[in-house]
Structure formats: C-alpha cells, structure tokens
C-alpha cells in the first residue's frame, strides 16, 4: 500500500521559528559560552546573541583579538560546543 506524504512547510517554518527552538538554542549557546569562559583568561569577554533568520540561531563571541589564535590552537569554540553534545562541521557551500 502506497501512501503519500505531504511537508506541511508552514508548520516547519512556525516549529523552527518558535519559543520552544528558540529555547532550546538559546540554552545551548549559553552552556557553550560558560565552557569558552571556562578555557580563557579570567575577565576574556564571552557574549551570546540569539537571532532568528529562517529559524532560531544564536553566536557565541569572544570579544577579544586573541580569540582567533585560540580557535586555530586550542579550537576553544570546537570543544565547547562538543562539550554540550554538538557536532561541528566544516562550511560547505
């Protein structure tokens, strides 16, 4: 027996727009920023923004000029985010 399915698209957008993603992400890049601050010098700023594009997003930053030599020798974003059970990719296009 065939049956047919149909992607309620509407209802996708709204889910991933939604409070409940929304917190869920949001608690997310905090627990990840609590493990970047954990890995820098005390006082290193650590900032969380959560925004919503097609769906509920968040970045976590250091807000300092070191901040890139610490990723690209201790990968301190990598490892936080794996810490909280994300896995992270290379970019692809």
Same mark, same amino acid.
């Given at each position: !027996?065939?049956?047919?399915?149909?992607? #309620?698209?509407?209802?996708?957008?709204?889910?991933?727009?939604?409070?409940?993603?929304?917190?869920?992400?949001?608690?997310?890049? /905090? /627990?990840?920023?609590?493990?970047?601050?954990?890995?820098?010098? /005390?006082?290193?700023?650590?900032?969380?923004?959560?925004?919503?594009? #097609?769906?509920?997003?968040?970045?976590?930053?250091? /807000?300092?000029?070191?901040? !890139?030599?610490?990723?690209?020798?201790?990968?301190?974003?990598?490892?936080?985010?794996?810490?909280?059970?994300?896995?992270?990719?290379?970019?692809?296009?």
């Amino acid at each position: !027996m065939l049956q047919s399915f149909r992607l #309620d698209t509407r209802g996708v957008r709204q889910v991933l727009t939604g409070p409940e993603v929304r917190s869920v992400v949001d608690g997310l890049a /905090e /627990e990840i920023a609590v493990h970047v601050r954990s890995a820098l010098p /005390e006082g290193t700023v650590v900032s969380v923004h959560g925004y919503t594009t #097609d769906r509920g997003a968040a970045s976590v930053t250091v /807000e300092d000029v070191r901040a !890139m030599a610490w990723q690209a020798r201790d990968g301190i974003l990598t490892r936080a985010a794996g810490a909280v059970g994300l896995e992270v990719r290379a970019w692809q296009r």
